[in-house]
């Protein structure tokens, strides 16, 4: 857990809105924390800002229109976010990102959950302007080459946030920038598909995208959520099911889960399809005449005892699951060492 | 404490000098990478093998470059008795000549020489730098360039080098930065950021170690200021980098220099070789405790490169893409380190001022910008090239004077300054100040010395599509603003180009182009829209007339012009068409084509004063298509075979409109409604139809009979023609609008303009259109003896060589209150008034007439001296205070122009000026009364031929929307022809002898005999040999291409 001490307190006034924030927090971090929206694409709280998207303009009194994503908060500093010039700049800014960008937002995955919808919206668009500005002269292919998520190019806004997150959380940097201008694109390694390159598949970038540009494949939208523990290895990573009815649509990391802050591996963020598969095991099974049968829980249990006592020694041996919690693993050696007598313990050691 | 410098110090100087002792012949050649591309090595090896042909004990030297770019390849020879002679435009025969004539036998080639250096003259060769292209420069930065060997430090030594260093290692850091600061030194680079500050910031910083770099990496198109002093004096930048590095305590200076500058490199290294083993640095230089050492970083040609940040990320090894700041590389920059970024000419200049001293340096420029500032003058300018200058120097001193003025001797139109990031000034503001801060009110910035130079040929629109697609290309694509917006601007900028844009799109433009400049998250982006943001700025009816009108006014944006011959023809004549016709013989097509729209091609091919001819593409490289000759070739033929223009099959009965005025204007709306069925009547008020060409345009110029016969093909084709009655007098308004569906009023400009002074209704003194008027018809002026012309247009030239060939005329002279140069009236003719022994008072202006019992006795004239330029471009006429003088004259001909008089359209309830102009719709001609159009002279004053027909053709097109009840409203589209003929292919032979032809004339004195056409026809043979010589720019369109292969294959 952070164990730093608590930052010193800064009061600043935003809008008409006088606020706290920590202080070494950004401009823009502050006025969201405190439910001011500010138009971004390319901020997010896990990483550092990049400062490109141009979209968080404020007008600092005093000093002028700056990108509030890289702009300290300081004492007494008065900010706003809305001026007839930055609302201009801004509306420029969008129309240009949408000019270029698919207009299927209702087929799109992120349809209502997009951050370039809601600066869209924030910001105004001028449908006239916006068909002026219309080209579609680049349709550019998709990588579907990963099994969990899409890569679509055509709704990359080039934020930079899948980069970062692979690079500075994920510490992978199996993706960057190719090419430069308006051909600039996120790629990999000789531009290879990304199942190809040294992509793990974590889906952290895709956790992250502002937008449908990187898309989790058979996502659905939950009717509910769950909060759980993940059933993988044993570090415990928090999880939020998404159910519909009784079936889990999709899997996020728990921000508040302080053993993975919402991270998740490929695993804990892609592998639930088991749970429904036809051949996962639902009762134990006892092999009677060289065929396995049905049988109860006390069956089985018996059956094992039964086992157990026939076999101490050396001729016991466990090996344990790696998805077992260190406590659960620890009762186990217990067992085998101090009841079978026997120091033949192993684990399975990986999923 | 440093001996190896100072036995270092002492040889270089010995060997300087006995380099310069005239013992034995010195050759310096400009071999800089400009002077090689210009063919320098050949030059070089020819010095080397002359002189050794010859068994002479001559030193070649190759040293960098001086800086005359017009001039290359360039070199400097020093053999006794003569001084240093400076030589341009060589090649191999030319150095031998040199090497023969010169250092052999002691006699200067005057004729190849640019001028002489330093002291003593050679006979007839000017001192270089007094002449026009020097005499402004100050010499600093670039001094030793062109003179010192750039790969042997002793020559950098014996001319002062690193004394600077050895005066900054005794200073100390902080006193350096003093001197800095008192030296007023901004950096070079193109902010123009005090550098003594940014080195304090530095200094200050925390942070281990502090990092120096040198920024070479220019990239602006059309610059190469730094290039050039890297390869003239690589180690004045080395030194300028010790010092700086001493003064912040770094310990390491890297220098970031593209790639593309092979030479550069080469001689830096070179350079840097020799520094080290001298021993002006590494460790403890000179036992100052000063450790410094270098690293040389070759770019990849990015040009966002420049940007500091983005530099520092590419010498850290990641893309070249910059960072938001702050931080500022001063507190945080390459490793995170403090980072001192300079430019090249910068580090220059401070070893310059610690070798001569802060007030030095700040004894040139002004307050704002101290010292001298290098530029690379460029563009369509005389004498493009490498100039150092003051700050503080205006623009048309460095275009005008040092660069020599426009290219092709036109008006400067625009100067961009600060490469793609700067912004173009137009030519109406050349006395901004060159410095910081004027530039940057100009709407453009400083930069780093890029200065290209416009004139009419360049299209504002074309200038920023180049530069934003410059931008476009080298944006980095890091931030939404630039990556995006520069895309736009460049699309919408194209589609402009090519007749797509609109009015709103000029808008968008200006939207799109202040977003990207406040949001863009670097230098780059944020001035990338500069170039676009000023054009639309300063020339907003250029773009004005490509979206709205589908014009490109200097015919250049080819979708729009197609070929620029048809493009300015005010009646979009199409003559490719003609021309194509002509190349392949088919003569009879050729008229068809001329006279489908223009019924009075004989006139044309006359007196046309061919605009076609003056955006002629043959013209760039050789003399445009003699296009008129063309015409009067087909024009000619048509009428010795008896072709006229076909009438129709069934004369026009639709409704009448009525026409007041015969005159050019007049008669293309006539025939041009006639041909959509109307049944046009002209008034003329002369006896005569034809206005003022059959009136004042003189018969050796202008047969009557020619004009005639085209007036009798127009009312062949069902046009009626009554002269001798003038609207408003002799035929009432009312009747007008009673019997007719619409008028159009093309009365011209006759009212001939008075001097205004005592004394002109002397007996003697007439207007010139009544001369001209009375001697068309017959008459007897009675013009004699010695005889002035006022004016320099057509009509004063026109009646001076009337006057010539009347009898009773001793003597003419054209009064003319400006030069030669800025005359209107057609060159050719002011040179065949020449010819024909017409004299001319330039720069004099008639003050009063001296009459003695009415009758004309002479002028008083008052001297004129050419001032700054007016609206037109021409240079304005001011007094001479004291230098009046007489011209005793018998007759004395007014020709400063015509003026119209149009009172009598207040009968149609038009409102007319004092002036006497009908004022109508600049475009739909029509007046403020329905149905009533004016157009031609009696709008405008007196305009063109050409320019009234365009007014009649125009009118024609919108009166007919008018009855057809239409909106009244002109439409436009790019230019074209109506077919595209396929272009003549020619022989080797041909294209070799491919010259324009000459017309004949009659020869003098014949012609001064009476008032037969003086210029004759071409023949049939020079005809055609001409049409093939032209371009065809009108196959050159994505559809005449399309048109032309689809032709080829089906």
Redesign the interface.
């Known amino acids: 857990m952070d164990d730093r001490p608590p930052a010193k307190r800064i009061r600043l006034t935003i809008d008409s809105a006088s606020i706290e924030a920590a202080e070494g927090s950004t401009v823009l971090a502050a006025a969201l924390e405190n439910g001011i929206y500010v138009p971004h694409?390319c901020h997010h709280p896990d990483l550092e800002p990049a400062?490109?998207?141009?979209?968080c303009?404020v007008d600092l009194a005093g000093k002028g229109?700056v990108?509030s994503c890289?702009t300290p908060v300081a004492e007494g500093m008065a900010v706003r976010t809305e001026t007839p010039?930055i609302a201009?700049?801004r509306r420029?800014?969008i129309e240009?990102?949408l000019?270029?960008h698919p207009w299927d937002c209702l087929s799109c995955g992120r349809n209502t959950d997009c951050k370039l919808q809601q600066a869209a919206r924030h910001a105004g668009v001028d449908e006239s302007?916006l068909k002026?500005?219309r080209?579609t002269d680049r349709v550019l292919p998709l990588d579907r080459s990963n099994p969990f998520f899409t890569r679509d190019p055509n709704k990359c806004?080039?934020c930079g946030v899948c980069v970062r997150t692979c690079a500075s959380i994920q510490g992978t940097g199996a993706i960057?920038?190719i090419?430069?201008?308006?051909?600039?694109a996120v790629g990999t390694l000789g531009g290879k598909p990304i199942a190809e390159s040294s992509c793990e598949s974590c889906g952290e970038c895709a956790a992250r995208c502002p937008t449908g540009a990187l898309s989790i494949k058979e996502s659905e939208v939950p009717a509910r959520e769950v909060k759980t523990v993940c059933p993988y290895c044993g570090c415990g990573c928090g999880v939020v099911l998404g159910v519909r009815m009784d079936r889990i649509v999709g899997v996020r990391g728990d921000r508040e889960n302080p053993v993975n802050r919402g991270r998740l591996c490929v695993k804990g963020r892609f592998g639930h399809a088991f749970v429904r598969h036809k051949d996962r095991l639902r009762m134990p099974l006892l092999k009677r005449n060289g065929k396995f049968e049905e049988i109860s829980w006390d069956d089985a249990l018996d059956a094992a005892a039964a086992g157990f006592g026939m076999r101490r020694g050396d001729a016991f041996a466990l090996l344990a699951s790696a998805k077992s919690a260190n406590e659960d693993a620890y009762a186990a050696q217990k067992f085998a060492r101090s009841v079978m007598g026997s120091n033949n313990v192993d684990h399975c050691a990986r999923l | 404490m440093k001996p190896l410098f100072e036995e270092a110090l002492r040889r270089a100087r010995d060997e300087w000098r006995e380099l310069h002792d005239g013992r034995a012949p010195l050759i310096l050649v400009g071999a800089a990478t400009c002077g090689r591309s210009a063919g320098a090595l050949d030059v070089l090896d020819a010095f080397r093998s002359e002189t050794r042909r010859l068994g002479m004990d001559a030193r070649i030297v190759e040293t960098g470059c001086l800086g005359p770019c017009y001039a290359e390849p360039i070199a400097c020879v020093l053999a006794s008795p003569n001084p240093l002679i400076c030589y341009g435009d060589l090649d191999r025969e030319r150095a031998a000549r040199i090497v023969l004539e010169h250092v052999e036998g002691g006699r200067p080639a005057k004729d190849l020489a640019l001028g002489s250096i330093g002291e003593g003259r050679a006979d007839g060769i000017p001192d270089l730098f007094e002449t026009p292209g020097f005499r402004l420069q100050v010499r600093r930065v670039l001094g030793n360039c062109g003179f010192i060997d750039p790969c042997r430090i002793s020559h950098s030594l014996a001319n002062g080098g690193y004394a600077g260093f050895l005066h900054a290692l005794e200073l100390g850091p902080e006193r350096v930065i003093g001197e800095i600061k008192a030296s007023g030194l901004r950096g070079r680079g193109g902010a123009g950021f005090p550098t003594w500050q940014k080195w304090r910031f530095c200094r200050d910083a925390k942070g281990s170690p502090k990092y120096l770099i040198c920024n070479a990496d220019e990239g602006d198109p059309g610059a190469f200021m730094n290039r050039s002093l890297l390869e003239g004096d690589p180690h004045s930048v080395i030194e300028g980098m010790l010092i700086a590095g001493f003064a912040l305590g770094a310990s390491e200076g890297t220098i970031y220099c593209r790639a593309e500058y092979p030479l550069a490199l080469e001689r830096l290294d070179a350079a840097l070789g020799q520094a080290r083993e001298t021993g002006l640095f590494g460790a403890d230089i000179f036992g100052s405790g000063f450790d410094f050492n270098f690293k040389i970083k070759e770019g990849a040609g990015?040009f966002v490169c420049g940007e500091e940040t983005a530099l520092i990320s590419s010498i850290e090894g990641g893309?070249g893409?910059p960072?938001?700041r702050p931080p500022f590389p001063a507190a945080s920059g390459l490793w995170g380190k403090p980072t001192i970024i300079n430019n090249v000419e910068t580090l220059a200049s401070v070893a310059l001022i610690l070798r001569n001293g802060a007030e030095w340096f700040a004894g040139q420029g002004t307050a704002e910008g101290r010292g001298t500032k290098t530029f690379s003058l460029v563009g369509k300018v005389k004498r493009p090239g490498l100039v150092e200058v003051p700050l503080g120097i205006s623009l048309r001193s460095m275009i005008e004077e040092v660069g020599g003025g426009a290219a092709g001797g036109g008006r400067v139109k625009a100067v961009q300054t600060g490469g793609p990031s700067g912004g173009c000034i137009p030519g109406e503001k050349l006395d901004t100040p060159v410095d910081y801060e004027s530039l940057k009110a100009a709407g453009s910035i400083m930069g780093s010395g890029g200065m290209v130079v416009m004139d009419d040929s360049t299209c504002m629109v074309d200038f920023a599509r180049f530069f934003l697609d410059f931008a476009?290309?080298?944006?980095?694509?890091?931030?939404?603003?630039c990556?995006?917006?520069?895309?736009?601007l460049l699309?919408i900028l194209e589609d402009v180009t090519r007749g797509k844009g609109s009015v709103?799109?000029l808008g968008?433009l200006r939207?799109?182009g202040?977003?990207?400049r406040?949001?863009?998250?670097c230098g780059l982006g944020q001035t990338a829209p500069n170039p676009v943001l000023t054009a639309l700025r300063y020339f907003p009816g250029e773009f004005d007339d490509h979206v709205r009108r589908k014009k490109c006014p200097a015919a250049v944006c080819k979708e729009l012009v197609s070929s620029p011959c048809q493009h300015v023809c005010p009646i979009g004549t199409e003559a490719p068409v003609y021309i194509a016709h002509l190349a392949a013989g088919r003569i009879k097509e050729a008229y068809e084509a001329i006279s489908r729209d223009n019924p009075l091609p004989s006139m044309c091919a006359r007196v046309c004063h061919h605009p076609c001819e003056s955006k002629c593409q043959a013209g760039k490289w050789g003399s445009p298509i003699a296009i008129r000759a063309l015409k009067r070739f087909a024009a000619d033929f048509a009428a010795s075979c008896g072709m006229r223009p076909a009438p129709p099959a069934a004369m026009p009965s639709g409704p009448r409109v009525a026409i007041a005025g015969s005159g050019p204007s007049g008669l293309m709306a006539a025939f041009r409604l006639a041909r959509m069925g109307y049944r046009p009547t002209v008034f003329e008020a002369e006896k005569i139809a034809g206005g003022a060409p059959a009136l004042y345009i003189p018969e050796y110029r202008l047969p009557r009979l020619i004009l005639d016969a085209e007036i009798g093909a127009i009312e062949s084709c069902g046009v009626e023609i009554i002269t001798g009655t003038r609207v408003g007098k002799d035929l009432p308004a009312e009747a007008i609008r009673k019997e007719f569906a619409a008028f159009y009023a093309a009365t011209g400009a006759h009212k001939p303009k008075r001097l205004g002074l005592p004394g002109e209704d002397a007996h003697g003194v007439m207007d010139a259109l009544s001369f001209l008027k009375e001697v068309k018809l017959g008459m007897e002026p009675g013009i004699r003896g010695r005889v002035g012309v006022v004016g320099g247009g057509n009509a004063a030239v026109d009646a001076a060589r009337t006057a010539a060939r009347l009898g009773g005329v001793e003597s003419v002279t054209v009064i003319y209150r400006r030069t030669r140069e800025e005359m209107t009236a057609f060159r050719g003719e002011v040179d065949a008034a020449a010819e024909e022994g017409i004299g001319f008072e330039f720069l004099a202006v008639p003050s009063g007439i001296d009459a003695k019992g009415g009758v004309l006795k002479g002028v008083r004239c008052g001297r004129m001296r050419l001032g700054s330029p007016d609206e037109s471009g021409r240079r304005r006429p001011v007094p001479v205070e004291g230098e009046d003088f007489e011209i005793s004259l018998d007759s004395l001909l007014v020709a400063i122009g015509g003026e119209p008089d149009g009172r009598y359209a207040g009968g149609f309830g038009v409102a007319v000026g004092a002036d006497g102009r009908i004022p109508s719709d600049p475009e739909t001609f029509a007046t403020s009364v329905g149905g009533v159009f004016a157009g031609g002279d009696a709008v405008t004053g007196t305009l063109s031929v050409i320019d009234a027909m365009a007014a009649g053709k125009a009118a024609a097109e919108i009166i007919d929307k008018f009855v057809r009840g239409e909106p009244v409203r002109r439409e436009y589209r790019p230019t074209r022809p109506s077919v595209f003929l396929p272009a003549a292919v020619l022989t080797e032979e041909e294209m070799e002898s491919a010259a324009r032809p000459v017309q004949p004339s009659i020869p003098l004195p014949d012609r001064m005999d009476g008032f037969a056409e003086v210029e004759g026809g071409l023949s049939r043979e020079d005809a055609v040999r001409e049409a093939r010589r032209c371009l065809r720019c009108d196959l050159e369109t994505e559809d005449a291409k399309k048109a032309l292969l689809d032709a080829k294959h089906g």
């Open positions: 694409l400062g490109v998207c141009r979209l303009l229109i990108v890289k010039e201009s700049i420029v800014i240009l990102l000019a270029n302007r002026r500005l080209r806004v080039l960057d920038f090419r430069r201008g308006f051909d600039t | 990015a893309r893409m960072r938001p476009q290309k080298e944006s980095c694509g890091e931030c939404a603003p990556r995006l917006g520069t895309r736009q699309r709103a799109d968008l939207e799109i202040e977003g990207v406040k949001a863009a998250l």
